[in-house]
């Protein structure tokens, strides 16, 4: 055990030099996004996604980060962040920072993925390349499919500059009137409603290995771009270059002032669709002067927010190529496997009443026995949460259900059990959240769906996003009452579960069930509940107990025993947070942090925090599940929830984590910790200066890939023994 440094070292644990810049932080999360893309060890087509996946990440943090940063830059907010950094100075060093990876993003894709692309017989492949019947075949296309949906925008005197839409691909258009030979500037939208890459028949197709290729074909923008005549009948193409647009998009609410919640977000999401101020314009490297600083000015940008670019624009778009039928280019399927403890119950059917399902065996008999867990998507989501929703729904003995419901699908299969159940006379109250970002106008149309079959929608509480995920379900069982809880730390969204791993509790406890039903009368009504028997909520409690159970394992190891913490979350930024985990090390407090993505505290530093470890995983799956774990001198507490330690999370938002007290359970969680720490192929360690390097297994150890442990452990494999896990609840050294 490492020794505690000796008290009254006037060290000032606020001061910002110990602190990560959260949004530098952020890139470099996005960085190590990007080196999946980069890593020949990724599958070929798994490569394109991550390319994908970084250029998504980067729109959504221009239209929110970035944009709220100039924002603060124009009302000259002067207020330094707790890493000491100004506005401007965040702005200059996100530039600064963000520039190369771009760079290094489009010419990896262009010298190496798309030639390995072509070399698998994957044809990305430029229109001056192409053949007489290949063009004949695309300027057909375009004659049909899409000159009817394109309008070009002249601009001049008499037509201002047209507005141009969010994320939206363009081309900058420059002719030439024969007549007087002046030169015009004109806009042309590429269409959204068509496929960025235009396919190719297979007939007209290349040919590899003497056979056709599995796929040919070309940038939608670049077949409009070769048939500009058609647009500008009479008119002299003299050239046209490539631009688009990212602008703010983050909702901005007065609650306090809106008499209706559900109508004042609508009319946000209407100007959400028209877009706010221009953030960020990208742009083909080769574009002149003239017209680079051209829209600049029209769009009222910088030269520090233009981004220079080669070969293809929104690589985003590259997601496309995930749809192919070429699985040798992609990552083993993975079908998630039913729990061992449900694969005795049938999946319930909405049209069939609740005999359907073997006597004594259904989900609620499961749950009775002992709590149960599970971890997704190594195991089934449908099998699980679905079944417990849908079977509650049917069964003629559940009196009521209540759910918080923050994202889920389009097509979501537990909305339609809320309705059946509602339909079925049973009491449902779901809270919507109406300001789940990118989610507003998908949560609308359930709540409205929800509201007109009778279900009683709440919107959550002014001042705060319900972030919580937790089902409570009301049952009545021969003279008494019981009350079946989930309380998870994903979305309810069946295609999410898929991706991200998240982890869920079943438990028919009395006090989880009496603390939830708490919770949400604390949410549907006027009460102010002040004490839980068993959750941390957030804003109420939940603070408070994390800062307590660490200076727990402080006052341990102050007085000789072992101290010992692990959590694993999305983010950890939370200033508090973070001084007293300084504190915890200082003390001797060993601590492994393991947290996919932003990062503010500086691990390794001396006299500070030398026994902080932070690594992060990344991989096919997006780590999302949140554990805490705290040794307690050997009487180990486990917790999970839906919370990272954020002030977001713990001050702005409902947030619900709960105490596992199931032994069995306790122990699973343990093992995937474990499997976590010892993780040498997905796992990158954060290094005193904010950057990462990823680990790697030396010549005589072999690759201990966690997501692949774990659904090695899911499917039960005879024999699998990880003898590199170090256990949990040793102390560290």
């Given at each position: 055990?490492?020794?505690?440094?000796?008290?009254?070292?006037?060290?000032?644990?606020?001061?910002?030099?110990?602190?990560?810049?959260?949004?530098?932080?952020?890139?470099?999360?996005?960085?190590?996004?990007?080196?999946?893309?980069?890593?020949?060890?990724?599958?070929?087509?798994?490569?394109?996604?991550?390319?994908?996946?970084?250029?998504?990440?980067?729109?959504?943090?221009?239209?929110?980060?970035?944009?709220?940063?100039?924002?603060?830059?124009?009302?000259?907010?002067?207020?330094?962040?707790?890493?000491?950094?100004?506005?401007?100075?965040?702005?200059?060093?996100?530039?600064?920072?963000?520039?190369?990876?771009?760079?290094?993003?489009?010419?990896?894709?262009?010298?190496?993925?798309?030639?390995?692309?072509?070399?698998?017989?994957?044809?990305?492949?430029?229109?001056?390349?192409?053949?007489?019947?290949?063009?004949?075949?695309?300027?057909?296309?375009?004659?049909?499919?899409?000159?009817?949906?394109?309008?070009?925008?002249?601009?001049?005197?008499?037509?201002?500059?047209?507005?141009?839409?969010?994320?939206?691909?363009?081309?900058?258009?420059?002719?030439?009137?024969?007549?007087?030979?002046?030169?015009?500037?004109?806009?042309?939208?590429?269409?959204?409603?068509?496929?960025?890459?235009?396919?190719?028949?297979?007939?007209?197709?290349?040919?590899?290995?003497?056979?056709?290729?599995?796929?040919?074909?070309?940038?939608l923008e670049q077949v409009i771009a070769h048939n500009l005549e058609s647009l500008f009948p009479g008119m002299n193409i003299q050239e046209y270059h490539t631009f688009r647009i990212t602008r703010d998009a983050d909702l901005e609410v007065e609650e306090d002032e809106a008499d209706d919640l559900l109508l004042a977000i609508e009319q946000e999401l209407r100007k959400r669709r028209v877009g706010g101020n221009p953030v960020r314009l990208e742009i083909h490297s080769h574009t002149p002067e003239s017209i680079r600083s051209r829209l600049l000015q029209d769009l009222e940008l910088d030269n520090s927010d233009a981004y220079e670019v080669e070969g293809?624009?929104?690589?985003?778009?590259?997601?496309?190529?995930?749809?192919?039928?070429?699985?040798?280019?992609?990552?083993?399927?993975?079908?998630?496997?039913?729990?061992?403890?449900?694969?005795?119950?049938?999946?319930?059917?909405?049209?069939?009443?609740?005999?359907?399902?073997?006597?004594?065996?259904?989900?609620?008999?499961?749950?009775?026995?002992?709590?149960?867990?599970?971890?997704?998507?190594?195991?089934?989501?449908?099998?699980?949460?679905?079944?417990?929703?849908?079977?509650?729904?049917?069964?003629?003995?559940?009196?009521?259900?209540?759910?918080?419901?923050?994202?889920?699908?389009?097509?979501?299969?537990?909305?339609?059990?809320?309705?059946?159940?509602?339909?079925?006379?049973?009491?449902?109250?779901?809270?919507?959240?109406?300001?789940?970002?990118?989610?507003?106008?998908?949560?609308i149309y359930w709540a409205r769906r929800l509201e007109s079959v009778g279900v009683h929608v709440v919107y959550g509480l002014v001042g705060l996003k319900t972030h919580c995920k937790t089902v409570l379900v009301v049952r009545r069982e021969k003279d008494r009452i019981r009350r079946y809880v989930h309380i998870g730390t994903g979305n309810y969204n069946p295609k999410t579960a898929r991706l991200y791993t998240d982890l869920g509790l079943f438990s028919c406890r009395d006090d989880l069930g009496a603390d939830l039903t708490d919770l949400y009368n604390y949410l549907t009504g006027y009460s102010r509940q002040k004490s839980y028997r068993q959750l941390?909520?957030?804003?109420?409690?939940?603070?408070?107990?994390?800062?307590?159970?660490?200076?727990?394992?402080?006052?341990?190891?102050?007085?000789?025993?072992?101290?010992?913490?692990?959590?694993?979350?999305?983010?950890?930024?939370?200033?508090?947070?973070?001084?007293?985990?300084?504190?915890?090390?200082?003390?001797?407090?060993?601590?492994?942090?393991?947290?996919?993505?932003?990062?503010?505290?500086?691990?390794?530093?001396?006299?500070?925090?030398?026994?902080?470890?932070?690594?992060?995983?990344?991989?096919?799956?997006?780590?999302?599940?949140?554990?805490?774990?705290?040794?307690?001198?050997?009487?180990?507490?486990?917790?999970?929830?839906?919370?990272?330690?954020?002030?977001?999370?713990?001050?702005?938002?409902?947030?619900?984590?709960?105490?596992?007290?199931?032994?069995?359970?306790?122990?699973?969680?343990?093992?995937?910790?474990?499997?976590?720490?010892?993780?040498?192929?997905?796992?990158?360690?954060?290094?005193?200066?904010?950057?990462?390097?990823?680990?790697?297994?030396?010549?005589?150890?072999?690759?201990?890939?966690?997501?692949?442990?774990?659904?090695?452990?899911?499917?039960?494999?005879?024999?699998?023994?990880?003898?590199?896990?170090?256990?949990?609840?040793?102390?560290?050294?």
């Amino acid at each position: 055990m490492a020794k505690p440094k000796k008290s009254g070292n006037p060290i000032n644990l606020k001061d910002p030099q110990h602190f990560i810049n959260r949004e530098l932080s952020w890139l470099e999360f996005n960085n190590r996004v990007l080196h999946e893309a980069l890593d020949p060890r990724t599958p070929l087509l798994e490569r394109l996604k991550f390319m994908a996946i970084f250029s998504s990440n980067l729109d959504e943090f221009f239209m929110v980060r970035v944009a709220v940063l100039q924002q603060q830059v124009e009302a000259r907010v002067t207020q330094l962040t707790f890493d000491g950094r100004t506005a401007q100075q965040q702005l200059d060093d996100i530039s600064f920072s963000l520039r190369p990876l771009v760079i290094q993003q489009h010419q990896h894709f262009e010298k190496v993925l798309r030639p390995q692309l072509a070399q698998n017989g994957i044809y990305i492949v430029d229109y001056i390349e192409l053949n007489d019947k290949q063009r004949n075949y695309l300027d057909n296309y375009f004659d049909e499919q899409v000159f009817p949906v394109i309008t070009p925008l002249a601009v001049d005197p008499g037509h201002p500059f047209p507005y141009i839409s969010n994320l939206s691909l363009n081309l900058a258009v420059v002719v030439k009137n024969p007549e007087t030979d002046e030169e015009l500037f004109a806009r042309v939208k590429v269409p959204k409603v068509l496929p960025r890459f235009l396919a190719l028949p297979s007939e007209l197709g290349m040919t590899h290995n003497g056979k056709p290729a599995n796929w040919t074909g070309v940038p939608l923008e670049q077949v409009i771009a070769h048939n500009l005549e058609s647009l500008f009948p009479g008119m002299n193409i003299q050239e046209y270059h490539t631009f688009r647009i990212t602008r703010d998009a983050d909702l901005e609410v007065e609650e306090d002032e809106a008499d209706d919640l559900l109508l004042a977000i609508e009319q946000e999401l209407r100007k959400r669709r028209v877009g706010g101020n221009p953030v960020r314009l990208e742009i083909h490297s080769h574009t002149p002067e003239s017209i680079r600083s051209r829209l600049l000015q029209d769009l009222e940008l910088d030269n520090s927010d233009a981004y220079e670019v080669e070969g293809l624009l929104g690589l985003r778009d590259l997601m496309y190529f995930m749809s192919l039928p070429l699985p040798e280019h992609k990552d083993r399927p993975w079908q998630s496997v039913v729990h061992p403890r449900l694969q005795r119950i049938r999946e319930p059917n909405m049209n069939s009443q609740i005999t359907d399902i073997e006597e004594g065996k259904d989900i609620f008999t499961v749950i009775r026995e002992r709590d149960l867990f599970v971890h997704h998507p190594y195991q089934s989501f449908s099998a699980s949460v679905v079944k417990f929703i849908t079977s509650a729904a049917q069964d003629p003995d559940v009196l009521a259900i209540k759910m918080t419901l923050y994202r889920t699908s389009g097509d979501s299969p537990i909305v339609n059990a809320l309705i059946a159940a509602a339909e079925n006379g049973k009491q449902v109250s779901v809270l919507v959240e109406l300001k789940a970002r990118f989610d507003e106008e998908n949560n609308i149309y359930w709540a409205r769906r929800l509201e007109s079959v009778g279900v009683h929608v709440v919107y959550g509480l002014v001042g705060l996003k319900t972030h919580c995920k937790t089902v409570l379900v009301v049952r009545r069982e021969k003279d008494r009452i019981r009350r079946y809880v989930h309380i998870g730390t994903g979305n309810y969204n069946p295609k999410t579960a898929r991706l991200y791993t998240d982890l869920g509790l079943f438990s028919c406890r009395d006090d989880l069930g009496a603390d939830l039903t708490d919770l949400y009368n604390y949410l549907t009504g006027y009460s102010r509940q002040k004490s839980y028997r068993q959750l941390l909520v957030a804003p109420v409690n939940m603070r408070d107990r994390f800062i307590s159970l660490i200076r727990r394992e402080i006052e341990n190891a102050q007085n000789g025993l072992s101290g010992r913490i692990v959590a694993k979350m999305n983010s950890l930024v939370d200033p508090e947070i973070i001084t007293t985990l300084y504190e915890a090390s200082r003390a001797g407090v060993q601590i492994d942090l393991i947290i996919r993505g932003v990062c503010c505290l500086r691990p390794g530093l001396k006299d500070i925090s030398e026994n902080i470890r932070v690594i992060s995983i990344i991989g096919r799956f997006l780590e999302h599940s949140r554990i805490y774990y705290f040794y307690n001198n050997g009487q180990e507490e486990i917790f999970i929830g839906s919370a990272d330690w954020m002030p977001r999370n713990l001050d702005r938002r409902v947030e619900a984590i709960t105490p596992v007290q199931d032994a069995e359970i306790a122990k699973d969680l343990q093992e995937i910790l474990g499997i976590m720490l010892a993780d040498n192929r997905l796992a990158w360690e954060l290094q005193p200066d904010g950057t990462y390097i990823q680990r790697r297994p030396g010549d005589d150890c072999p690759d201990s890939n966690s997501q692949t442990a774990l659904m090695a452990m899911a499917l039960g494999s005879a024999g699998v023994h990880y003898s590199n896990i170090e256990p949990i609840s040793a102390s560290r050294t």
